[in-house]
T-cell receptor, first 117, second 111 residues
Framework: GAVVSQHPSWVICKSGTSVKIECRSL??????MFWYRQFPKQSLMLMAT?????????EQGVEKDKFLINHASLTLSTLTVTSAHPEDSSFYIC?????????????FGPGTRLTVL | QKEVEQDPGPLSVPEGAIVSLNCTYSNSAFQYFMWYRQYSRKGPELLMYTYSSGNKEDGRFTAQVDKSSKYISLFIRDSQPSDSATYLCAMSLYNFNKFYFGSGTKLNVKP
C-alpha cells in the first residue's frame, strides 16, 4: 500500500510553453500533498503544500503564478509550470500524506524530470 | 546556518560493512525524524520514522535520535550493494508540517 504515482515521468518542452504534472495517491486518500523540486546533487526543496479543496501554501521565493497547484480531490494534485524557461528544468517530486496507526506519514512519488529547451 | 546539515559523501564501503550516516540540526523544536533512501532518478523512499529521542530498529537498519545533541544517525548492518543510494535525513516540527531535508549522503557499497 501507500503508492504515489506521477505522470509524466519525464517531459521535454519548448521555452514559453506550459507543462502539467499529475500526482496521484493510488491506494489511500491524502489529506495533504506536497510539491518539491530537486536540482542535480542537491536535496529536495519544498515548493508548496496543498490541501484538498483549498489554496496551496507556497514557500518563500516560489512564484504562485508560475507554479499553479490544484488539489482537486483526495487522490489527485496537479502542478502546472506556466511559461516554462530553461532555469525551470529540474526534478519535480510530489508526496502525499496519510494517517495510519496514529502516525502521520508522507510517501513520495517517483518524480518527473522536466527539461525546458 | 542551514536547518539540517548532512555530509554529502560519497561514502564508499565494502560489502558487509556497518555503515553510519549522520545529520545534525539547529532547531531544537524538531520532533519527527525520518530517513529516506533515494536511488538515482527516483523519488525518495521512506526507511525509518522516529518520534522524539531514542532508537528504532527495523531489520538491518537502526535509527538513533539524540535530541540533547541535535544529532541523528542511521546505521546499516551487513551492507549490501543494493544499499548503494543517496540517503536523506528529514525532520519536521509536527506531522504534515514542512519537512527539512539534509543534502543527502551518497553511499556506495562495493561487492
Amino acid at each position: 500500500g501507500a503508492v504515489v504515482s506521477q505522470h509524466p515521468s519525464w517531459v521535454i518542452c519548448k521555452s514559453g510553453t506550459s507543462v502539467k504534472i499529475e500526482c496521484r495517491s493510488l491506494d489511500f486518500q491524502a489529506t495533504t500533498m506536497f510539491w518539491y523540486r530537486q536540482f542535480p546533487k542537491q536535496s529536495l526543496m519544498l515548493m508548496a503544500t496543498s490541501n484538498e479543496g483549498s489554496k496551496a501554501t507556497y514557500e518563500q521565493g516560489v512564484e504562485k503564478d508560475k507554479f499553479l497547484i490544484n488539489h482537486a480531490s483526495l487522490t489527485l494534485s496537479t502542478l502546472t509550470v506556466t511559461s516554462a524557461h530553461p532555469e525551470d528544468s529540474s526534478f519535480y517530486i510530489c508526496s502525499a500524506g496519510r494517517t495510519s496507526g496514529g502516525k502521520d506519514e508522507q510517501f513520495f512519488g517517483p518524480g518527473t524530470r522536466l527539461t525546458v529547451l | 546556518q542551514k536547518e539540517v546539515e548532512q555530509d554529502p559523501g560519497p561514502l564508499s564501503v565494502p560489502e558487509g560493512a556497518i555503515v553510519s550516516l549522520n545529520c545534525t540540526y539547529s532547531n531544537s523544536a524538531f520532533q519527527y525524524f525520518m530517513w529516506y533512501r533515494q536511488y538515482s532518478r527516483k523519488g525518495p523512499e521512506l526507511l525509518m520514522y522516529t518520534y522524539s529521542s531514542g532508537n528504532k530498529e527495523d531489520g538491518r537498519f537502526t535509527a538513533q535520535v539524540d535530541k540533547s545533541s541535535k544529532y541523528i544517525s542511521l546505521f546499516i548492518r551487513d551492507s549490501q550493494p543494493s544499499d548503494s543510494a543517496t540517503y536523506l535525513c528529514a525532520m519536521s516540527l509536527y506531522n504534515f508540517n514542512k519537512f527539512y531535508f539534509g543534502s543527502g549522503t551518497k553511499l556506495n557499497v562495493k561487492p
